[in-house]
Structures are given as structure tokens and as C-alpha cells.
């Protein structure tokens, strides 16, 4: 088998904002979350992963413990490792991702086959419940993290294992007669092989990948021939249909995102990647309609989709309630996943844009500042008395857990952010993208020239960057930056020398093209205000309401700063906003404060309800970046603020 290295690079990041929490996914995230695959963790519920593993490898005995696709978490933990081991070595941290290989090996099947739950719980009915069980999920799960340790390290024992397992899925499903006709019910494989391809050239992979895609939502209906062959008569409990699984339609037909947030968005991703690969452009076609559909009528302004918590689903076009806003963090995660893909397809700032504020707000919410405590769930208003009194959204919390029955969300974001490097440029022949602005340095071939590039910026506090571009020699070809759609006004400069930018802009990218030479500098200068942004008047939620953003940030009020009864707060059209960086509030951040107005509450004594109209007086109101949230004393939030006139 020969193994590529297409179009990858390691990048070292070296700016204050992504170096913090790189260095709290290696210092603390990755430890605390093998702690709790071992069952090692003090008030959390019992992972028994990497148990399950041991027992089906015979070097325990017992029974399978989990959710179904608990095999996932240790796929994303070693996924999460070797992004880790690209940027902070660590002899450790590795001799333990080898000795998790190495089981995983010794628990694999003769044949390829490795999970646990069918190995250990279920040993003759493997294939049998594609609907429900994510054993292809896991599967994908397992190949993905088997590339990147692969691509950190250099090892292939892990990617030797994972194509033996990719071999055997292709002798299971297929056109072929004699195979099986169908898909997993949770997307992630799919995507996963065309990594699997991409490294390894072997088409087998790709055009599996094309199998599943292609077959889904295709009549009969698989998921009704396998119900039918388990004896299965009780209605899906998503209104007895196969929208949550995207697997109503046949993907080239779907134009409205529908179902289970996560798997869309990991199935758009596929989509998107396969397009690019196969120049398909009806798949294209789709991935257009599909991503308009998104961010345009059911995408939150932190980034987060998925706004029901019935399915973790998307409900209907502009439902975008604040409160019991479900907005997994997995599912921001996967909107990245399928913007960076999109990039492939077009350089269009509109992709990196989304792709830039689902990283700085909806997926790094998921988290606290020293990685111990996580959401599941990422909402854009909390009242705490609410969340614990409501039954009916009982996903919703005022404060991050520690670990979760389902814990998909920890890892996933752990495997992000060890991978953030990877976001931030693509290229095409003598063309290198720049999608996003961070301090790092690192290495790109372009058409066989050898280019060393950095960043120095203090991005998101505010939008100065420099970028050092050296050839190994004077080399033409072309690079261009993306102007974020937020920014009103930008000034960029080549070696010192302003260039009028606008005649060379395209989809919000600047072509700067010429012979580079070593030490060659771009200075582009990001213009950041502070803006009052407005929803939409269909989103029924927000209307009379305003958000505060800067840059690539939103901004949220919270009681820890501004007392309770948040809703009291009237915000004025052209308040006087001001921001100012504060080093010793939430490990750092840029501060909005203004003046507001508040509603006297104490004036309307006992009454429910009164004629008389509302008296104000005036406050002052701070307000700190969303995804820094809920680091302090558990109290009140919201993102979107009622105006006064």
C-alpha cells in the first residue's frame, strides 16, 4: 500500500489565544478525559471504554458497559493525542497512544472486524441494526484518528489495522450481489474513508465512500428491509420517519437541512469532500443548497445549529429560540468540518467566515477555561431556575458537567482544537489560501517549491496581522487573504507599500500575485467595531433585540457583571460602546461597557400586569465574550439584548 502525505502540514501556533488552549488540551483535556475513558474520575459516570477494549481482547473479564458507540470516545481521544504530538511532543502522551494501539490490534477480529459492543454484547448480529447502533460510526471514528496518527507520527500500525477494517466493510456493503445495500443511520464513515483515501490512493476507499452517499435515501428503503428482518413493528420515534438520518431523500435531492444536527453536518462534509474529489457537480449543487439553507435560516450567531432538543435536530426554518436553544457542541464542531470542506470546493470568505465564527463561539463555549467542565448543550440565554425547573429541556444547564453518559462532545472538541492548525490555509497548484488569522509558523510545497510562512497577530483582540512569506527561492505565485465579512475597512500592504486591494479581490479573497522572495512581508490591518447586530424579523425570538460583536466575537451580558434580571436591560440604538482588553478577567479579554437603560422592577410593586408604561434609569452594562461564559458564579446570560428607542 502506498501512503501519501498530499497537501499536509504541521503547524506550530504561537499566538496567546490558541497557544492557551492548545496548552490546556495537552496539559489537562487529554489526561482528564483518559482518566475518564478509565474510570478514573471522581463524580462522573462510568466510561468503561477502554475496559470494553481489554475485555474483547481477553486481557479482562466482564461485560460491555456504555452507549453503543462507546468505542467512539477512545477513537476521538487517540484522534485528539496525535494532533497534540504534531505541535508538543511528548514521549509519554505517545508511549500510551501505542499501547492503546496495541490493544485495539489484539482486540481485532481475524478478519478486521473490531467493535465491541456487537463483539462483546451481541457477537451474531453485527450488521443487523445499521438504523440505530453506529457500527459504522465508530468504525469511522476509529479510521480518522488512525490518519492523523499516522500523519503526526509517522507509525502505521494504527492505519494498517483501520484499512484492514476499511477491507473487510467493503467485502460487507456494495452494489455487488450478495452484499449488503445499505448505510450506517449515523454519518461518520463516509467521511472518514475519503481521509482514508486521501493517504493511502487506494480507490477502494473513495468509492465506498461514494457507495454510502450515494445509496442513501434510495427506495426500498434499507432501513425498512433490516427492521423487517429483526421483526420489528414499533413506529421510529422521529415521527416514524427517516428525516433524522438525512436518509429521507436521496442526498442529491435534499435542499433544507433536516434531523439530527450532527449527522447532517458530518454527511454535508462527505458530501463536500466528494464533490471536490470527483468534480461531481450535481453533489455540488447540493452542498450549495444545503449550506444557504443552514446559514442563512437555521444557524444561531454563535455558530450553533440544531436549535430542538427533541432528535438534537433542526426544527424549521428560523426557529432560533434562545433559551432552549439545544446547538450541541458537537454540531458546531461538524459545521466546521463541513465549512473547511466547502473551502475546497470555492474559495469564498462566506465558508471561512462560518468556518472563523463557529471556532470562536460555538465550539470553544463547550468548554471552560481549564478544561475540566464541558456543555453538551450551548444555549444563548440562561435563567438558572429555569434550567433546573424545566422538564422538558432538561439538557439544558446553567453550569458545565464534568463528563456525560453520552460524552461525544469532550473529545470531539479536544480533537479540534489539537487540530486548529489545520483550518487555516488550503491551496490549489500556486495558489495558497488564507482562511483564518492566528500566530503560528509552518512549511507549504507549492507546484514542488518549498514555502516557510508566519503569522504574528493578536487576533481576535484586534485584526493587525503580519505574514512572512520565504520561498526557498524567488518563486512566483499567489497568495490570497481572506477580508472577513464582518470587517468595514482594511488596509493591506506588501513589504511596506500600501496596495489598493479592492481591483484584486474575488468572494471576499485578495489575489496577491508576484515573485516572493525570502522575508517577504504582508501587513493587512482588520478594521474591528463594535456592532449591534439584528436577526432577521421571521426569527420571531429576537425581534427588538440587538447582539453585540466585535470582530469575530459575540458578546453576552452576565449577571456576575450586571446583576440579575437581564431582561430588564434595554440596550439604545446608538448607545456609546466602547472596548477595552482586560488581562486579568477570563485569562484575558477585550471588554464592551457602555451605558444602557434598565427597567425599575421595583416599581410595579405585586402587579402582574398594569396600564402604566415602564420606567427606566440608567445603567452601566459589561459585556464579555460568549464563548468565555460561565467561568465565574453561575448566574443569568444572554447574548441578544431588548433595545429602547
Not at 219 to 224: A, G, L, N, R
Not at 318 to 346: H, R
Not at 530 to 536: M, R
Request: proline letters at 4%; charged letters at 25%.
Amino acid at each position: 500500500m502506498t501512503i501519501q502525505q498530499k497537501g499536509y502540514q504541521k503547524v506550530k501556533i504561537t499566538d496567546r489565544f490558541w497557544s492557551k488552549r492548545l496548552e490546556v488540551i495537552h496539559d489537562h483535556v487529554i489526561p482528564y478525559q483518559w482518566a475518564a475513558l478509565n474510570d478514573r474520575l471522581e463524580d462522573a459516570e462510568p466510561s468503561h471504554a477502554i475496559e470494553n477494549f481489554r475485555i474483547a481482547a481477553g486481557e479482562a473479564e466482564g461485560e460491555y458497559h456504555g452507549m453503543v458507540f462507546q468505542d467512539s470516545d477512545v477513537a476521538k481521544w487517540l484522534e485528539a493525542a496525535a494532533y497534540s504530538l504534531e505541535h508538543h511532543p511528548n514521549p509519554e502522551l505517545e508511549k500510551t497512544a501505542d499501547e492503546v494501539i496495541a490493544l485495539l490490534q489484539k482486540a481485532q477480529g481475524e478478519d478486521g472486524y473490531l467493535n465491541t459492543y456487537y463483539m462483546l454484547k451481541e457477537p451474531n448480529q453485527r450488521w443487523t441494526n445499521l438504523r440505530d447502533n453506529h457500527e459504522l460510526y465508530c468504525a469511522g471514528h476509529l479510521i480518522e484518528a488512525a490518519v492523523a496518527y499516522y500523519q503526526a507520527t509517522g507509525k502505521r500500525a494504527f492505519l494498517d489495522l483501520m484499512s484492514k477494517y476499511a477491507d473487510y466493510i467493503d467485502t460487507v456493503f456494495g452494489p455487488e450481489e450478495g452484499k449488503l445495500k445499505g448505510y450506517d443511520g449515523h454519518q461518520e464513515i463516509e467521511l472518514a474513508l475519503l481521509k482514508l483515501y486521501d493517504v493511502t490512493g487506494n480507490d477502494k476507499y473513495l468509492n465506498l465512500s461514494r457507495y454510502f452517499i450515494d445509496e442513501r435515501g434510495k427506495q426500498p428503503h434499507f432501513f425498512d428491509i433490516e427492521k423487517k428482518k429483526r421483526q420489528e413493528s414499533s413506529p421510529f420515534f422521529f415521527h416514524d420517519g427517516y428525516a433524522y438520518h438525512q436518509a429521507h431523500l436521496p442526498v442529491r435531492d435534499q435542499k433544507e437541512a433536516v434531523g439530527h444536527a450532527v449527522r447532517a453536518v458530518y454527511m454535508y462534509t462527505a458530501m463536500a469532500d466528494l464533490a471536490a474529489k470527483t468534480n461531481d457537480e450535481t453533489l455540488k449543487k447540493a452542498c450549495e443548497a444545503l449550506w444557504e439553507n443552514v446559514t442563512q435560516k437555521q444557524m444561531y450567531l454563535t455558530g450553533g445549529i440544531g436549535s430542538m432538543a427533541f432528535g438534537e435536530a433542526f426544527s424549521f426554518q428560523y426557529d432560533l429560540p434562545n433559551d432552549v436553544s439545544y446547538t450541541e457542541t458537537c454540531a458546531s464542531i461538524g459545521l466546521v468540518f463541513w465549512a473547511k470542506q466547502m473551502l475546497e470546493l470555492a474559495a469564498d470568505h462566506k465558508y471561512a467566515d462560518v468556518m472563523e465564527k463557529a471556532l470562536y463561539n460555538g465550539t470553544i463555549s463547550g468548554m471552560d477555561l481549564d478544561g475540566k467542565k464541558f456543555f453538551y448543550v450551548n444555549p444563548l440565554e440562561v435563567q438558572p431556575e429555569a434550567c433546573e425547573k424545566r422538564n422538558d429541556q432538561k439538557h439544558v444547564k446553567a453550569v458545565r458537567q464534568t463528563w456525560f453518559g453520552c460524552a461525544c462532545c469532550p473529545p470531539n472538541l479536544a480533537r479540534l482544537i489539537s487540530s486548529i492548525g489545520h483550518y487555516i490555509y488550503s491551496q490549489k497548484e500556486r495558489e495558497l489560501f488564507v482562511h483564518l488569522y492566528m500566530g503560528h509558523e509552518t512549511n507549504v510545497q507549492l507546484a514542488g517549491c518549498r514555502v516557510q510562512l508566519a503569522q504574528e497577530t493578536n487576533y481576535p483582540w484586534d485584526g493587525d496581522v503580519t505574514m512572512t512569506v520565504s520561498p526557498e527561492k524567488a518563486y512566483e505565485f499567489t497568495v490570497a487573504l481572506r477580508i472577513p465579512g464582518w470587517s468595514r475597512h482594511a488596509v493591506l500592504k506588501v513589504n511596506g507599500e500600501v496596495v489598493d486591494h479592492f481591483p484584486i479581490m474575488k468572494n471576499g479573497y485578495v489575489y496577491i500575485t508576484r515573485t516572493w522572495e525570502d522575508q517577504d512581508k504582508i501587513e493587512l490591518s482588520i478594521q474591528m467595531t463594535i456592532e449591534q447586530i439584528k436577526a432577521n424579523p421571521l426569527v420571531r425570538h429576537n425581534v427588538g433585540k440587538a447582539a453585540l460583536q466585535r470582530g469575530p466575537l459575540v458578546y453576552c451580558l452576565e449577571e456576575a457583571d450586571n446583576g440579575g434580571q437581564l431582561q430588564n436591560i434595554l440596550l439604545p440604538r446608538k448607545a456609546e460602546l466602547k472596548a477595552e482588553y482586560d488581562e486579568d478577567l477570563l485569562e484575558g479579554v477585550v471588554v464592551i461597557s457602555g451605558k444602557a437603560e434598565r427597567i425599575d422592577e421595583k416599581d410595579w410593586g405585586g402587579s402582574l400586569y398594569r396600564t402604566a408604561e415602564i420606567q427606566t434609569s440608567p445603567a452601566d452594562i459589561k459585556a464579555v465574550p460568549y464563548y468565555a461564559w460561565c467561568n465565574r458564579e453561575p448566574g443569568e446570560m444572554r447574548v441578544w439584548i431588548n433595545q429602547s428607542r
